[in-house]
């Protein structure tokens, strides 16, 4: 079946880094763009990043820009999400989310959902 | 950016009952080009992830019961569950995906009463 599990989540200070990956199986991944969606404890989804299938196209929220890198390996089913200068409002439970739109270069809604991987950011 | 609201923030309806979603946008999500309203709706119960219900505002995803169905055009915007069963209790989100960046409404808690 169809599946997401998101890694690398984890404690870490302010202005600290963290790489999260997203290993996906069950579908052929080099032929969907992917998103990544945030939720801090309480509170309601914000949509991060989204990657076209090729990884030609890549959106980012301006709450993380110039400091988020969405990549992916379609030789590895993996998508990634490269996080640098972490600040506390960053502190979340990271989604990745598959894109339903067949080797499309426009973003969709996300039609299946990883489990989450939680990131602390905290001295 | 698009910003959609919700409303209510938080519903109780007795089971067997109808519930009421509404979600507003703050420009229309219409594509006329292919007459499509880039809208979807989630469901989020308590510790679980998100889960996709409706897409275009109004097809129903697969395996998804048809107690759900979506409704709207434009800016305007609806979820209604026909008759509430126990294990819809969850946080529900609209959403947009006609422009970047993609934006959720702020979720509507749905109880039993």
């Known amino acids: 079946q169809v599946q997401l599990v998101e890694s690398g989540g984890g404690v870490v200070q302010p202005g600290g880094s963290l790489r999260l990956s997203c290993a996906a199986s069950g579908f052929t991944f080099s032929n969907y763009g992917m998103h990544w969606v945030r939720q801090a404890p309480g509170k309601g989804l914000e949509w991060v990043t989204f990657i076209q299938y090729d990884g030609s196209n890549k959106y980012y929220a301006d709450s993380v820009k110039g400091r988020f890198t969405i990549s992916r390996d379609n030789s590895k089913n993996t998508l990634y999400l490269q996080i640098n200068s972490l600040r506390a409002e960053d502190t979340a439970v990271y989604y990745c989310?598959?894109?339903?739109?067949?080797?499309?270069?426009?973003?969709?809604?996300?039609?299946?959902w990883g489990k989450g991987t939680t990131v602390t950011v905290s001295s | 950016d698009i910003v959609m609201t919700q409303s209510p923030a938080s519903l109780a309806v007795s089971l067997g009952e109808r519930a009421t979603i509404n979600c507003k946008s703050s420009?229309?999500?219409?594509?006329?080009?292919?007459?499509?309203?880039?809208l979807a709706w989630y469901q989020q119960k308590p510790g679980q992830s998100p889960k996709l219900l409706i897409y275009w505002a109004s097809t129903r995803e697969s395996g998804v019961p048809d107690r759900f169905s979506g409704s709207g055009s434009g800016t305007d915007f609806t979820l209604t569950i026909s008759s509430l069963q126990a294990e819809d209790v969850a946080v529900y989100y609209c959403?947009?995906?006609?422009?970047?960046?993609?934006?959720f409404g702020q979720g509507t808690r749905l109880e039993i009463k």
């Open positions: 420009q229309s999500v219409l594509y006329s080009s292919n007459n499509k309203n880039y």
């Open positions: 959403q947009q995906y006609y422009s970047t960046p993609i934006t």
């Open positions: 989310a598959k894109c339903d739109g067949y080797y499309s270069p426009r973003y969709y809604y996300m039609d299946v």
